[in-house]
């Protein structure tokens, strides 16, 4: 898999018709992630656009809700056959379970990868001490989150590029980690709180780079694109 394979642009836009013209301008763009702003908007016809484009999908739904509801919710899920599919781990190892067995009984080999939502990259340790009120050093609260997503047999987890040497040491190689909260130094960091340079996130130990206003934000997103790819692979 190239370095351009591994990098995901959010569709982070209102309507069908303003993803597909971003779809359109990026070609060379294999990954794309559909998030819930979108998918309220357009459902699930989008996504059949992008897998017309023979696009890869991330399913950004975040779904979080009791057991029953994020298993079926999963069950339904199954049916759009993306690649990878994200569920808050604050669901509960019950959840958790429920959810990924969802997924396996309904398509099988087939099944996206279902993986947890650690903790948002917009928070800040601040916001996790004071507003949510968890006495937990942040760093420590991502890590048991991703150990929980593991112990419940999800695959992966979305991280802070910032957790994601520590989470590919104690999850091990196989773990998939997905960081979103990734800008190039020649970037504004917007409302990422936790934020890294691609090829710093890359050799944190992350897989997947989620990576969004940099590249659809520029005069130039294809050669925005280029650029980033360029810069990780030096």
């Known amino acids: ?7 995901i642009v959010p569709l982070d836009v209102p309507t069908q018709a303003d993803a597909l013209t971003l779809i359109d301008a990026l070609p060379e763009v294999s990954f794309w992630k559909v998030g819930l702003e979108l998918f309220v908007s357009s459902g699930p016809s989008i996504l059949s656009e992008l897998k017309t484009r023979q696009k890869r ?3 950004d739904l975040k779904f979080h809700d009791i057991p029953n509801t994020v298993a079926g919710a999963c069950r339904s899920a199954a049916q759009y056959q993306v690649d990878l599919l ?10 958790l379970k429920d959810a990924q067995t969802a997924l396996v009984e309904t398509a099988g080999e087939q099944a996206p ?28 609260y991502a890590l048991e989150m991703a150990l ?32 979103p909260g990734v800008r190039p130094a020649w970037s504004e960091a917007g409302d990422q709180r936790r934020a890294m340079t691609p090829g710093e996130a890359m ?8 990576i969004g206003r ?3 934000a520029s005069e130039d997103p294809g050669a925005a694109f280029q650029r980033i790819c360029e810069e990780i692979e030096a």
């Open 57 to 59: 999908i991330f399913l």
């Open 203 to 210: 050799k944190a130990g992350a897989d997947y780079l989620v």
């Open 86 to 95: 994200t569920i808050h781990a604050t669901c509960g190892r019950r959840g």
């Open 214 to 216: 940099p590249i659809t």
């Open 113 to 140: 990868k279902l993986i947890a939502i650690t903790l948002l990259t917009s928070l800040s340790s601040r916001d996790l001490a004071f507003d949510l009120k968890i006495p937990v050093e942040l760093p420590e």
């Open 148 to 179: 929980l997503a593991k112990e419940s047999g999800l695959p992966g987890a979305v991280c802070s590029p910032h957790e994601a040497a520590q989470l590919r040491s104690v999850c091990g190689s196989e773990f998939l980690l997905v960081c």
């Open 1 to 7: 898999m190239s370095i351009c394979d591994r990098i």
